[in-house]
């Protein structure tokens, strides 16, 4: 079984378990084909909830080239399984997933009332210099470092061994080994946006050879908690001895500095640094920034374009910013404007992305 086939059925257990779906892990879980449609690629499921049960159907994907990360085209109506309709009815599900996602995209840009988004799901790949993965030692870090049990005994299929699945306070968390490179450069691409490590962060990124995939669904907690979660079950994984750095937000972080910065959860702050990364670039036209996180938490992502401000006093008016809305809950709207002062009138302009994709607010500067 290849990793995207590994990998989608890991993510088809994960949502069938939910409370909303089986409740529980599958019976049976078997990929009974594939599929291409839209140029994404789909896997076709059947499961049983019960191992005297009937086969059900359920569809997963889709899934660009080798890559391993899905559009979110998950799900089941917990239909009968015929292999003669399979793929039909798989089709008809996707067809009406992107309908559904097509028209909320419409209103949004109809409306476009506000910048939020659904939040709560973090992901990031630690890049590992070996294909190991000590489950003991990762236990033994998680409970010393944040008290987070993580329970020795795991029930998984024999596609999951070299994942490890578990809840806490109610938000799922996935760990799993990945015995290959981050896929399509990814990681070797974005290490250069670390202005501060972009050495170190470059070389971290080209010398690593597998990663672990480490994700937490808020489900209905608080993205805040979601987010803090994510650090701390990342910040276990990056105590490895094989652990080169971790790709996360757009960027690459040493282990050493995504630990330290996750220290200051000890004293009740956030960790705004591991969660929002702000890059920096300058030209002939100014200073530019951005940020990357922000999205996570169903906000819209920042930006500065072609400021004649120093770069120093850029990057704190993002780190500002970013941390105003997500400890205040505040949302930027467009045509309005933002300040820390009396007479500081900072203009907001929601509009396509320069440098990150999708809607930003960009902040006048």
């Not at 084909?33 to 994404?40: A, S």
């Not at 003669?84 to 028209?103: D, F, G, L, N, P």
């Not at 973090?122 to 049990?149: H, M, N, P, Q, Y």
């Not at 480490?214 to 652990?243: H, M, Q, S, T, Y």
Request: with cysteine; glycine share 10%.
């Amino acid at each position: 079984m290849n990793e995207q086939r590994k990998a989608a059925q890991a993510v088809m257990e994960e949502w069938l378990s939910h409370p909303q779906e089986l409740g529980k892990k599958p019976a049976k879980l078997e990929i009974a084909g594939e599929f291409d449609l839209h140029d994404l690629h789909y896997y076709i499921f059947k499961f049983k909830k019960s191992f005297v049960g009937s086969w059900k159907v359920a569809v997963c994907g889709g899934y660009e080239g080798d890559s391993l990360g899905h559009c979110g085209h998950i799900y089941s109506e917990m239909e009968p399984y015929d292999p003669s309709t399979a793929q039909e009815k798989c089709i008809e599900m996707v067809e009406q997933i992107r309908q559904y996602w097509m028209e909320r995209a419409k209103e949004q840009e109809e409306g476009n009332q506000g910048t939020e988004h659904i939040g709560g799901d973090f992901l990031g790949f630690v890049l590992l210099s070996a294909a190991e993965f000590d489950e003991k030692e990762f236990r033994t870090a998680l409970k010393k470092d944040w008290g987070i049990e993580c329970p020795e005994e795991l029930e998984r299929p024999e596609s999951k061994q070299d994942a490890i699945a578990f809840e806490v306070e109610g938000m799922m968390v996935t760990v799993g080994l990945m015995d290959m490179k981050v896929p399509n450069g990814e990681a070797e691409y974005w290490a250069n946006s670390n202005f501060m490590t972009r050495e170190q962060s470059v070389a971290a990124a080209e010398n690593h050879k597998a990663h672990l995939l480490v994700a937490v669904l808020g489900r209905d907690a608080a993205p805040l908690e979601a987010g803090e979660l994510f650090v701390k079950i990342a910040c276990a994984c990056l105590k490895a001895p094989n652990a080169l750095g971790i790709y996360d937000c757009g960027t690459v972080w040493l282990p050493e500095h995504f630990i330290q910065m996750a220290m200051v959860m000890k004293e009740g702050e956030l960790p705004l640094g591991n969660l929002v990364f702000v890059g920096l670039y300058q030209d002939e036209k100014g200073v530019s920034s951005w940020t990357n996180g922000l999205r996570s938490f169903g906000k819209d992502e920042l930006e500065v374009v072609g400021s004649s401000q120093p770069a120093s006093e850029v990057y704190d008016l993002m780190m500002d910013i970013s941390a105003y809305i997500l400890e205040e809950g505040a949302v930027l709207r467009d045509g309005e404007t933002i300040g820390f002062s009396a007479d500081q009138k900072l203009s907001l302009t929601r509009s396509e992305g320069v440098y990150v994709e999708g809607q930003t607010i960009k902040i006048g500067f």
